[in-house]
């Protein structure tokens, strides 16, 4: 047993000074490599640049909105009433327009647009 014993110190010793003398050899192989973060250049896209996207986004949906609804016969008499704005791609309808049916229709229209569930509503029913 006492043999097996030192066999097994022996070994453990062996790889101890093996372990050592490997990663002294492999050191300044990976000091020396650059890093992946250095590899590849990188944009920065600052808050400022995503809100103005946003902006823009949400002013051209607001446009073809409101240019929707100037080209509808039924909807067009009502647009003097109404404010349209967007805010993060969410669209909010308010004012008053002048009965359920033409509320309606103008809900639809925005919906096809933006979505039903981009659509926000406050408005109106004139008279009540």
Known sequence: MNITL???AAIILAAAFLTTA???DIAPAIESR????AARPTTAISPTTID???KDAD???TKKINDALKQDPELSASLKQLTISTNGGIVTISGQVPSE???DHLITTVADIVGQ???RVQLEIAGE
């Open 117 to 119: 569930s981009n659509v």
């Open 34 to 37: 650059p890093s992946a973060s």
């Open 6 to 8: 030192r066999i097994i």
């Open 101 to 103: 049916t033409l509320e």
């Open 59 to 61: 002013s051209k949906t």
């Open 52 to 54: 103005t996207a946003q």
């Open 22 to 24: 490997f990663a002294q």
